[in-house]
């Protein structure tokens, strides 16, 4: 079993759905989750950062983390043409490898007008 | 803007003929990563410097060296580049270990 499971998709939706992306890991001592926007030919750009259990939300975006299930979420609402990008789920321990991300494989998404 | 600035953003090189990528940062941060990131794959860490500290990760070729000669860059060399290295090299720093990583647009190597 993988560490960090992420469905690549592709996921394909209208402008204005709302979106919901999703990974599940096996690790319990991942205390930090985040999730990344990457375009095409770009770098990962940071979007949410989460310390354990709960929700944060950030304008359109919203991260739940559910550490009893091991499993976190990324929802897009209201998505628009220029969310169109590869989403991907990291996370790291609090422990002496704090510093390495465990990312999943990312997600595809297309918003279509 | 701080940001994290790779060059070149392209690099074609020949089988076995050394490259050096690089990355400058402009956040004054004490953590600075390289990952290599394959077509549809999640970036794999090869090391990273916390400030003057050099930690490689186990299953990073030798082939793949990195130099960091002052907080705002990072180098990375290959000393003698294959077909499978190509790839998307991304640089990342982050203020300290544990803290949110914010990444560079990447160099693409191709090699010929």
């Known amino acids: 079993q993988k560490e960090v499971e992420q469905d690549p998709g592709p996921l394909s939706v209208p402008e204005g759905a709302i979106v919901s992306l999703n990974c599940t890991y096996s690790n319990s001592a991942f205390q930090y989750f985040m999730w990344y926007r990457q375009y095409s030919r770009k770098g990962p750009e940071l979007l949410m950062y989460t310390y354990s259990s709960g929700n944060k939300e950030d304008g359109r975006f919203t991260a739940q983390v559910d550490k009893s299930s091991k499993y976190i979420s990324l929802f897009i609402r209201d998505s628009q043409p220029s969310d169109s990008a590869t989403y991907l789920c990291a996370m790291s321990d609090s422990g002496g490898s704090n510093y390495k991300l465990t990312f999943g494989k990312g997600t595809l998404l297309t918003v279509n007008p | 803007d701080a940001m994290v600035i790779q060059n070149p953003r392209y690099q074609v090189t020949q089988f076995g003929k050394p490259v050096t990528l690089s990355c400058s940062q402009t956040l004054n941060h004490n953590v600075m990563y390289w990952y290599q990131q394959k077509s549809s794959q999640a970036p794999k860490l090869l090391f990273h410097y916390y400030d003057k500290d050099f930690n490689n990760e186990a299953d990073t070729p030798d082939n793949f060296q990195s130099r960091r000669p002052n907080t705002s860059f990072c180098f990375l060399d290959i000393r003698s580049p294959g077909l499978g290295d190509a790839a998307m090299y991304l640089c990342?720093?982050?203020?300290?270990?544990?803290?949110?990583?914010?990444f560079g647009d990447g160099t693409r190597l191709s090699i010929l």
């Open positions: 990342a720093t982050s203020r300290d270990q544990g803290q949110p990583q914010h």
